[in-house]
């Protein structure tokens, strides 16, 4: 139990194009799901909480103009990063947890390329 | 000071020898903790967590927490090339069962066959 699907594994996007995240609870409802960035060779950095039906709360510094939150039912998130840059280029991981749950459950992570 | 703490490495142990992982935190109100292993390219998988004060077994790995002196650590018994990952320790910001988890930077561990 408690999978976490997470889609498209890899996108290649051109500069200034968007490119959006899936991030899927498939055998719970997830309260709250959260993303992640990772660079190479460093750690995860949170970028933004969302709880189903509200707003994102995002991380200092990151924007939320750009990266923009959506997590419309307990079993669904998306991250759309808009007007991608090269500077984008990161592994991106989602994750779930539910009320009573220890830890949280990764997404197999989103591996974003911007040329 | 980080909010969690972790030796980046790289440790290397031999095959067969016990891996130890530590992690230091630095909210002494912090409540439950949690070790995840992350394979380079994927996602992090959940090795076990522990909340109260001692050992905590679970097959080949012992987690042990000392909340006085604020670190947690990970042993890996019988270690295997196959245990060569980053070790991320996690540290609950949040109410048991509703975490909020803050990462420490990882600790990446090679299993010399």
């Known amino acids: 139990g408690a999978v976490v699907s997470q889609h498209p594994s890899w996108v290649i996007c051109k500069s200034g194009t968007s490119v959006k995240i899936e991030c899927r609870s498939l055998d719970f409802q997830a309260t709250t799901m959260f993303w992640y960035r990772q660079f190479p060779k460093q750690s995860l950095m949170l970028m933004a909480t969302s709880n189903e039906g509200s707003k994102a709360t995002y991380e200092q510094g990151v924007e939320k103009d750009k990266f923009l939150i959506n997590h419309a039912s307990l079993t669904l998130s998306t991250l759309t990063v808009t007007s991608a840059h090269p500077e984008d280029s990161s592994f991106y991981i989602c994750s779930a947890t539910s009320m009573g749950f220890y830890g949280y459950t990764f997404g197999s992570g989103t591996r974003l390329t911007v040329v | 000071q980080k909010e969690v703490e972790q030796n980046s490495g790289p440790l290397s142990v031999p095959e067969g020898a016990i891996a130890s992982l530590n992690c230091t935190y630095s909210d002494r109100g912090s409540q439950s903790f949690f070790w995840y292993r992350q394979y380079s390219g994927k996602s992090p998988e959940l090795i076990m967590f522990i909340y109260s004060n001692g050992d905590k077994e679970d097959g080949r790995f012992t987690a042990q927490l000392n909340k006085a002196s604020q670190y947690v650590s990970l042993l890996i018994r019988d270690s295997q090339p196959s245990d060569s990952a980053t070790y991320l320790c996690?540290?609950?910001?949040?109410?048991?069962?509703?975490?909020?988890?803050?990462f420490g930077t990882g600790t990446r561990l090679t299993i010399i066959p």
């Open positions: 996690a540290v609950n910001r949040g109410n048991f069962g509703n975490e909020k988890l803050t």
